[in-house]
């Protein structure tokens, strides 16, 4: 659906994307994770044809960008940054408005299309209010319906949830979901990584303009052969699970071992109460924060190293992370994970 | 798209306020000549503002005279210079273009929404004005004006009831600038002349703040950037050390519209204008899409 090629652009001496080779399959739900500054904004611009690239070539849905982006773009929604509508208009004047200005928006099918788009987002009962009066997250909604009125088989958006609350987050990642599975592939930017790891099925992450990795989450997320055990009984829990404790922090073992049921019959055996049992995974959030240097938006910090070593402390626990950023702090040592770079919009 | 661009000018209130606004001009001071019934002497003033009070039907004439140098361009350089940058700095150009709408064909739809801004700024204010000549100082003034000249209050003006009333005692015609009767028909003829000349003056202007719309994301910059351009036309039109150049300012032969009311017209610096006003448009405007075209679009 999106494939690039040795994607550059440069911004007089800044070079904001380098030779980034994306791969968004049909059916997918990609996320593009990066620090603020990493080019994210500069990627999604480029596949629809606003900025031109320096060097490389760029093909969305078969056709060669920007040279037939007349041809790509009809089949494409897109949320770019911030939303944007006409502050004077009411909602549906803003989307008939923008559905009239560009090809493949049949007026016979207008009204019908608007109404159904404003009906997904959770905004049919708006009324004639001008967008100027809408609050952020109405705004947000708006954008969305506009990247849906035409039915694309594609939608880039970039920052989807941004100004939403927790139940708006979740009605647009239903929304996401439920579209893709009715076929549309979806590629998203974000630089939250609970919302796109609650999402995804395959993640980019942008470093500094570079795209330093690319992957199904399913498959970085793999059990790191260790199992997070919590008991009543640590003591005997460690004498009898002897060697295999790698850490312990009171009544939480961080244990060396493949197999958990093995682990379980054996505690059980011992007569050790076990609380919980998990198989330890990856964190999106060090898969990321491993490969990525300080954001732009930081200065006077000292860059954590990329590609540092697989930390094995932290207990995520298995399967996808609920979008809680409080969630994907774990609670180990600092000195044993990369110094994060705050980020205020994430908390 | 252009029916897209021309909606979202009809549903601006700006639109109709700037409008109106330039309508009150010629009105106001309609009003006052009416009312004090001092008429600038002749040759001074805006043109033709000597005359209206002899013939109300001059008015159109009088209140173009009175908007052009100032409040025209400015309402047309404000809407020009919106076209591209105020949709930047609103957000929605990406939207526009990613929708998508050719970079050329959205330059085309502002071309013709601004087009359609200034002829419908210069109908308004001619049959304004029109309607205010003819109920406010009335056609048959002037018959008054030359047979009773000491009787009206106020009448120290010595141009009131001057030279050019003689035509209309004589045939109740309008008299030209050049002291012959036109008949109603010519007169309005002269009238559209007037109006087509004057668009097209304002479409130079228009050019101009489109092509520094495409740099900017500042309207109002773009604005104030083609009225800069439009001053500095004026102050160099009056400079005889600069007479090298005056043939090609923007604001040369703008006030030749005023030579459709001689008897006969005098075609020469109209059609000068007209070429001056054409050269500017295609040269600008293609500047404009040049840059638009390979832009790269970052907000």
Redesign the interface.
């Known amino acids: 659906m999106i494939t690039t090629r040795n994607l550059t652009k440069r ?1 007089g001496n800044v070079e904001a994307v380098r030779e980034v080779s994306l791969d968004v399959r049909e059916g997918d739900r990609y996320g593009l994770l990066g620090p603020n500054g990493s080019g994210k904004s ?1 990627l999604v ?1 480029m596949l ?5 690239a320096t060097s490389g070539e760029i093909s969305v849905l078969g056709h060669r960008i920007p040279n037939q ?2 041809r790509a ?2 089949e ?1 929604g ?1 949320l ?10 009411s909602g549906r004047a803003n989307l008939r ?2 559905d ?4 493949h928006g049949a007026r016979r099918t207008r009204r019908r299309r608007v109404d159904d788009a404003l009906e997904q987002v959770g905004l049919a009962g708006i009324d004639r209010r001008p967008v100027r009066a809408y609050s952020l997250g109405m705004r947000q909604r708006l954008g969305l319906a ?1 990247a849906l009125v035409r039915r694309p088989q594609l939608l880039i958006l970039d920052e989807p949830t941004n100004g939403l609350d927790p139940r708006g987050i979740r009605d647009i990642r239903d929304l996401l979901v439920g579209l893709n599975a009715a076929g549309v592939t979806v590629f998203l930017s974000s630089h939250l990584l609970p919302e796109v790891s609650a999402l995804c099925t395959r993640i980019g992450v942008l470093d500094s303009g570079r795209l330093v990795l690319q992957d199904q989450l399913a498959s970085l997320q793999q059990p790191t052969g260790r199992v997070l055990i919590s008991t009543d009984d640590p003591e005997r829990a460690v004498a009898t699970l002897d060697g295999l404790v790698e850490h312990r922090d009171g009544a939480d073992l961080v244990v060396r071992g493949p197999d958990p049921a093995e682990l379980n019959a054996r505690l059980v055996g011992a007569g050790v109460p076990v609380r919980s049992l998990v198989v330890q995974r990856r964190s999106l959030e060090e898969i990321v924060l491993d490969l990525t240097g300080t954001g732009s938006d930081q200065f006077g910090v000292p860059a954590s190293e990329p590609g540092g070593t697989v930390k094995a402390e932290p207990p995520q626990s298995a399967g996808f992370a609920p979008p809680d950023p409080a969630d994907a702090v774990p609670p180990v040592p600092a000195d044993a994970v990369p110094q994060a770079p705050e980020d205020p919009e994430t908390s | 798209m252009i029916a897209v661009e021309l909606f979202k000018l009809v549903r601006r209130v700006r639109t109709w306020l700037t409008i109106g606004l330039i309508c009150a001009l010629p009105l106001v001071v309609a009003i006052f000549i009416a009312v004090t019934h001092l008429a600038p002497p002749p040759g001074q003033a805006s043109a033709f503002l000597s005359a209206v009070l002899d013939d109300g039907q001059l008015y159109p004439a009088a209140a173009l005279a009175l908007v052009l140098p100032v409040f025209l361009p400015v309402a047309v350089a404000v809407v020009a210079g919106e076209s591209i940058a105020g949709e930047a700095s609103a957000g929605t150009l990406r939207y526009l273009l990613a929708r998508p709408v050719g970079r050329t064909r959205l330059l085309v739809a502002k071309l013709i929404s601004v087009t359609t801004f200034t002829l419908v700024t210069v109908v308004a204010v001619t049959v304004t004005s029109y309607a205010t000549g003819v109920l406010i100082l009335g056609p048959s003034r002037a018959a008054a004006v030359g047979t009773a000249p000491g009787g009206l209050p106020g009448s120290i003006a010595p141009g009131a009831g001057g030279a050019p009333t003689a035509g209309l005692q004589a045939g109740a015609a309008i008299t030209s600038l050049s002291g012959a009767p036109l008949t109603t028909l010519e007169l309005v003829e002269r009238v559209l002349g007037a109006m087509a000349f004057i668009t097209v003056s304002m479409l130079g202007v228009a050019a101009i703040a489109i092509f520094l719309s495409t740099f900017t994301d500042s309207a109002l910059g773009a604005a104030l950037g083609a009225l800069a351009t439009l001053v500095a036309s004026e102050v160099l039109v009056t400079l005889n050390a600069a007479s090298v150049v005056q043939p090609y300012l923007p604001t040369r032969y703008w006030l030749a519209w005023i030579d459709f009311f001689r008897q006969p017209i005098f075609w020469r610096d109209i059609q000068r204008g007209f070429a001056i006003q054409a050269v500017y448009v295609v040269v600008f405007l293609a500047a404009a899409w040049a840059n638009f075209a390979t832009r790269d679009i970052t907000t």
């Open positions: 911004f500069t611009r629809l044809g606003l900025v031109y982006a007349s773009l009809p494409i897109a770019i940054e911030e939303p944007a509508a006409y502050p004077h208009l408005l923008l009239a200005a560009g090809p506009a």
